[in-house]
């Protein structure tokens, strides 16, 4: 029996929650664990807690669960903090509702896809430039869980990831680390090349939503050549299976031919403008549904996580359903999820020696990258915490001076701004962004934006408003 505590922060995120209360429910060696679940809506508080519970008892599992709305009480005493919160400013209940808003004015002024919408970041849920609500956010977990759990490992799963791991690294103690699951867009790669993806040697290495595939070694050989020999061969003959598939679409095709190694997971959504001008070049490299991160694609699955949320709700009241039964997609009963999370709890806590793929301090890992910098590295968790594996072969100089410093550089912009207060840090990034036209586009898109009211605080805190 596991004598742990797990705080799942935001646990009104169907999307995470429901994935990691199965995921812990499937490993035997983790029975007995005490889930605090805590989120301030307490209508979908109320929804997850009654379908946690049953969905344990249809799996046959032993944990323990309690509801909070109190933080500090869902902390106390836990051995690891996910963090999956997504947040809300004053007067608003749907996040993704901010998110709209904030882009729909970058449009009006002329930034297709939004002001976060920036060359290597252009997934539509990593909001960097104005993102100072969930960056706050996020610190005051970290820095609630330095008080009242400092030994816990803080699992930062909600987006961005990338700005706040650094965050959170150098302003508190916190123990966190990242996580994602991009590098799954390797199975994708054995699948297209029809591999046995047990007998695939493999690492990635990068940042968060860009990593590339560094060791590909199929039974022991470089399976590079494989890969050219499907471009040659099959490439052209490529369909999305949905608008997220883009592993093997002709972006990330196109990436790995200039770049050397092909790009893996969210990796080949976040490319250069080249691939996203507008919609009809979406669709282009990405296929029929131009990716995920467009003006049609992203409004549909708002709704569609929209549907699921009223679904879950619904579902919570309705005792007689057998969730495993009426809804195997979100409740299925063998499958784990492929979410990193638990298996990382499982290393630590059962001393289970387990590659990974995590967001952690370079220190010294990616030659030519600070050594203060969070990249995403394979690494062997036990319980003795992370450690890193050699980059054997290292990343292409190619990749790591045109590709991963400027994402990096973005990500210490967006950083300082947060923590400067300096507004003028915000101006320069779209000073330097190539829809911008003059100077006088982007004082007025960031105005507006700052005047959003639920921007309230965001605009307070930034200095230099007019």
């Not at 952690?360 to 969070?374: E, F, K, M, R, Y």
């Not at 594996?389 to 994402?407: Q, S």
């Not at 000073?431 to 911008?436: A, F, G």
Request: net charge negative.
């Amino acid at each position: 029996m596991a004598n742990i505590k797990v705080a799942i922060i935001g646990a009104g995120s169907v999307r995470y929650a429901l994935k990691m209360i199965g995921d812990l429910a499937k490993n035997e060696r983790l029975a007995g664990t005490f889930i605090s679940l805590m989120d301030i809506d307490e209508r979908r508080l109320e929804a997850i807690y009654d379908l946690a519970r049953r969905y344990t008892e249809e799996l046959g599992a032993s944990l323990k669960f309690e509801k909070t709305m109190d933080m500090d009480h869902s902390l106390s005493g836990a051995d690891f903090v996910i963090n999956t919160a997504l947040a809300r400013g004053e007067g608003h209940q749907d996040g993704y509702v901010q998110y709209e808003a904030m882009r729909d004015i970058g449009e009006k002024h002329g930034y297709y896809r939004g002001i976060d919408s920036q060359e290597f970041n252009m997934v539509s849920d990593c909001y960097t430039l104005s993102s100072y609500n969930q960056l706050k956010l996020s610190l005051d977990i970290a820095r609630a869980v330095e008080k009242m759990c400092p030994n816990a490992w803080l699992i930062q799963t909600a987006n961005p990831v990338f700005e706040i791991t650094q965050l959170v690294r150098r302003q508190t103690n916190a123990k966190v680390v990242g996580f994602c699951h991009g590098c799954l867009g390797v199975r994708d790669v054995s699948k297209a090349l029809s591999l046995n993806h047990e007998d695939v040697d493999w690492q990635v290495a990068g940042v968060n939503h860009g990593i590339w595939l560094t060791r590909f070694l199929y039974k022991g050989k470089d399976a590079y050549p494989l890969l050219d020999k499907w471009i040659d061969e099959k490439s052209s003959e490529w369909e999305p299976n949905d608008a997220w598939d883009l592993q093997m679409s002709p972006a990330a095709i196109d990436m790995y031919k200039f770049y050397g190694k092909i790009p893996i997971g969210d990796t080949a959504r976040n490319g250069s403008w080249k691939y996203h001008y507008n919609l009809e070049t979406k669709k282009k490299w990405s296929g029929r549904f131009g990716g995920i991160d467009n003006e049609i694609e992203r409004p549909k699955f708002y709704n569609e996580l929209r549907e699921i949320r009223e679904k879950t709700i619904r579902a919570s009241k309705d005792s007689s359903l057998k969730l495993t039964s009426v809804w195997p997609e979100e409740f299925p009963k063998d499958e784990v999820s492929g979410e990193q999370q638990v298996p990382f709890i499982n290393a630590i806590v059962n001393d289970v020696k387990t590659k990974l793929v995590l967001n952690t301090l370079n220190a010294g890992t990616i030659s030519g990258v600070p050594d203060d910098v969070v990249v995403e590295l394979p690494v062997v968790v036990d319980k003795n915490g992370i450690c890193p594996e050699e980059i054997e072969p290292g990343i292409p100089e190619r990749i790591k001076k045109m590709y991963l410093m400027p994402r990096i550089v973005r990500m210490e912009m967006a950083v300082d701004a947060f923590t400067t207060g300096d507004r003028s840090v915000l101006e320069e990034v779209l000073i330097r962004d190539p829809r911008t036209k003059s100077y006088a586009q982007v004082k007025a898109v960031i105005a507006d934006i700052l005047a959003l009211p639920f921007n309230k605080e965001m605009k307070k805190y930034y200095t230099h408003c007019e």
